[in-house]
């Protein structure tokens, strides 16, 4: 069994935010959000992501982060 990661690399689920379909998983770095937060006030999120529920592109927001 692989041991869990560690650092500030979090694993995270991608939600549509017209259907609420979960489609994509993707990490981010937990320092650079916070970082470009300070900095300019706004973060990476809501990314523009294919839905293939919708099948249009749409924006999908960070939702939940996985083990």
Known sequence: MAS????????????????????????????????????SGEGSFPLSKYCSVCRKHTSHKMMKRLK
């Open 4 to 39: 869990k990661k560690k650092g500030p690399r979090q694993s995270i689920g991608l939600q549509c935010s017209v259907c609420n379909a979960f489609g994509y998983v993707s990490e981010y770095n937990k320092n650079n959000e916070t970082l470009k937060k300070q900095v």
